[in-house]
């Protein structure tokens, strides 16, 4: 018996061609948008980065200088390939400590006590605060220089060498100790940039269900073994989400030396071509940085389900 | 046994008590490095010139005064600036909202090829520095003639078209993100209602519009909540786009040399007590909509969902 064809209704589409259009439809806003607003500027901001531009009455001109531009960054800036170095290993060491600070105040804010709400509140606050236009200014500021400063030096003076001469006992390695320090300097930084990080985390802790740890309870498990065997690998993949926030925050942050190394050079005597390839070294760098820490702990994270 | 217990209960109890002060000395030190900035900022404001170089004044001026709340105010423009930076946030994070959520929307509940490879571009969007493509999309926006089909060339930087043009299209800072929200937030919503919505004969749209919407307010809020906020306090984009713009961190940026003149970069505390009391009449609007908002900000993230996958 041969299988009778359904009839086809609606221009003749199948369901399944009917919700591939109207997935299509929905997403529209944003098929434009990468297309126009980000995909066409990125290409021709690669073109860019091969050519002078020279700006003209009706637009601007573009003049063909191979990889000139790259030899520039590379070779004749005096600063650029230091400050790169220094940004990425600064990255690493603060993420480092973003990640360890906002996985234990994520923990602490998770627990019953009196005053939660409001230590929440105080904790995302810098997520209302600490962006745009404040950064800026703090950053030039002089008064929160000098209260910064004093703040630093009470760690510096006081809470430092106690420290490195207590580390110091346990015979690590000196380039521990001196992160351990310098994370403990930084310390105020860290807290402030954590804000979106102990959110994610702390949403991630409240969406483990209830019974896996019923479940532990009755087979006797310790609250240190149920951190083990189920918080840990249960958040894993939101800690894998706050590597990879934590990294694109701190590069694409507005105070972040090779940002303003690459606007220096884009609108000053440098030129656009120059500004476009340092943005694509920069790119480089942090592409690869986000794959390494993407197949690094892809692997280690636990998907429920 | 009884002794055993007994001291085993008193163990316990005592790391309890042990744990709770500890862990009430940490967040009570943690929230003083937040709130510092704040109450530093608090403090200066109230300064005078005379304050700055007594060096026994550390938090409490001696001679408070107001006048830099007067400056501020009146060189800020501020009701004026205040009014327009309302207007422009919420025209920009309504626009933000409505595509991240409809985006967001497509590519959770539709099963086509094309979901998958639309999200993973948008996290990439969300990775790339803006750096990268600002100069590029600056001169679009200076000599606009959508890639060659309009016979004129328009100008729209100084207009809020890059603005607008950005946020409905999911491509404002951070864009990503929200789409990102939005996803995850739909995904985790039960299939039964939409084959609910299609038995009883509703559209796709009218699925989306009567059902799936009103149950995702609570994501909605929170993106629409970020989007306020990052639009309130940008610089960047503004700054580059829009220069023109009298909204409060344009004025805010300007204060300094608005009031001082050409003076402002020899004196550095008064440029600081400007700034400070100029960022609290900044942040002000944003910490009291927090204080009324911060309980449905906190629990509207943590039911959004960012949780799934």
């Given at each position: 018996m041969k299988m009778r064809k359904p009839k086809r209704r609606l221009f003749s589409l199948t369901l399944r061609q009917q919700n591939t259009l109207a997935g299509y439809l929905f997403s529209l806003p944003f098929i434009l948008g990468f297309l126009f607003v980000f995909l066409y500027p990125t290409i021709l901001s690669a073109v860019f980065s091969f050519n002078e531009l020279v700006i003209t009455k009706t637009g601007y001109e573009l003049k063909y200088v191979g990889l000139e531009n790259y030899r520039h960054v590379f070779?004749?800036?005096?600063t650029f390939i230091r400050d790169l170095t220094e940004t990425t290993i600064n990255m690493l060491s603060q993420a480092f400590w973003i990640l360890v600070f906002s996985f234990f105040a994520a923990i602490i804010l998770n627990q019953n006590f009196r005053g939660r709400l409001i230590a929440r509140a105080i904790l995302f606050l810098p997520i209302v605060m600490a962006s745009g236009i404040i950064l800026k200014i703090e950053a030039r500021d002089y008064m929160t220089g000098i209260l910064e400063y004093g703040m630093e030096s009470v760690s510096a003076f006081l809470v430092t060498p106690a420290l490195s001469v207590y580390l110091s006992k346990f015979q690590l390695p000196d380039a521990l100790i001196t992160n351990i320090l310098a994370a403990i300097e930084s310390l105020p930084n860290i807290i402030r940039s954590s804000g979106i990080q102990i959110l994610v985390l702390l949403a991630g802790l409240q969406a483990i269900p209830r019974s896996l740890y019923e479940a532990s309870e009755v087979e006797g498990a310790t609250g240190w073994e149920n951190f083990w065997l189920i918080t840990l690998p249960m958040v894993s993949p939101l800690i894998l989400t706050n590597i990879v926030y934590t990294i694109v925050d701190y590069f694409t942050s507005t105070s972040n030396l090779i940002v303003s190394n690459i606007r220096a050079a884009a609108f000053g005597t440098l030129g656009y071509g120059i500004g476009s390839a340092m943005s694509w070294v920069y790119f480089g760098v942090i592409g690869g940085i986000l794959v390494i820490t993407f197949v690094i702990f892809s692997r280690l994270v636990f998907y429920h389900e | 046994m009884g002794v055993m217990e007994h001291r085993l209960h008193w163990k316990r109890s005592l790391f309890r008590y042990g744990w709770s002060l500890a862990r009430a000395v940490i967040l009570i030190g943690v929230c003083y490095i937040v709130i510092f900035p704040v109450l530093s900022k608090l403090a200066s404001s109230?300064?005078?010139?005379s304050d700055l170089w007594d060096?026994?004044?550390?938090?409490?001026?001696?001679?408070?005064?107001l006048r830099n709340y007067e400056l501020a105010w009146n060189y800020m423009n501020y009701p004026t600036a205040f009014w327009n930076s309302v207007k422009l946030a919420v025209l920009v994070s309504a626009l933000q909202l409505a595509s991240s959520t409809l985006v967001g929307y497509g590519i959770a509940r539709f099963h086509f090829k094309g979901a998958k490879v639309l999200f993973t571009l948008a996290i990439i969007t969300l990775v790339v520095p803006p750096e990268l493509f600002i100069i590029p999309l600056y001169l679009n926006f200076r000599y606009f003639d959508f890639l060659g089909l309009l016979p004129v060339q328009l100008n729209f930087?100084?207009?809020v078209w890059p603005a607008v043009i950005t946020a409905a299209t999911c491509t404002?800072?951070?864009n990503g993100l929200f789409i990102y929200i939005m996803r995850q937030y739909f995904k985790g919503m039960p299939r039964d209602l939409e084959e609910a919505a299609s038995v009883d004969g509703a559209g796709a749209f009218r699925t989306f519009s009567k059902i799936m919407l009103p149950a995702a307010v609570p994501a909605m809020v929170t993106v629409f909540l970020f989007a306020f906020v990052w639009q309130w306090n940008d610089y960047y984009m503004t700054q580059m786009f829009y220069s023109s713009a009298t909204t409060l961190p344009m004025m805010l940026d300007k204060l300094p040399n608005s009031v001082l003149g050409m003076r402002w970069e020899a004196s550095l505390p008064e440029t600081s007590l400007l700034n400070n009391t100029g960022s609290l009449l900044l942040i002000a609007p944003l910490v009291i909509l927090y204080v009324f908002l911060q309980r449905f900000f906190v629990e509207s993230v943590q039911r959004t969902g960012i949780t799934g996958q």
């Open positions: 070779r004749v800036h005096p | 109230f300064m005078s010139r060096t026994t004044v550390v938090w409490i001026p001696r001679h408070p005064t930087i100084n207009t404002g800072p951070r």
